[in-house]
């Protein structure tokens, strides 16, 4: 099961939502309830890396591989081609500048 495409994994992330009940059609899903899960799938990820838990069971890749999971679920819900959305938004960014000195970011 290596090497699948974006696409490849959200029609793998799509049937096991089928096998086990988590809807497959947007009348099946309360999408606020999906997005709020991711929500709560980044900040699992966000107090993984806190703790310093990085590998394993709950740990920073694990929790980040849930987020991934329950964005995949939403796109094969709505029949999204996501590896079109995010070639598309690369090329976008490609033209765009960022004002980094006006922005309590790190970039570095
Ligand atoms: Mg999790």
Known sequence: MKNLTINQLTQLVLLQAEEKGFGTKPDEINVSEKIALIHSEV???????????????????????????????????????????????????????????KMHEKHS
């Open 43 to 101: 900040s699992e990820a966000y107090e993984a890396y806190r703790h310093k838990k990085i590998n394993g069971r709950d740990g920073f890749k694990d929790e980040l591989g849930d987020v991934i999971q329950r964005v995949l679920h939403l796109c094969g819900i709505f029949d999204i081609d996501i590896e079109k959305e995010i070639l598309k938004k690369i090329k976008i960014n490609k033209k765009r500048q960022w004002q980094w000195d």
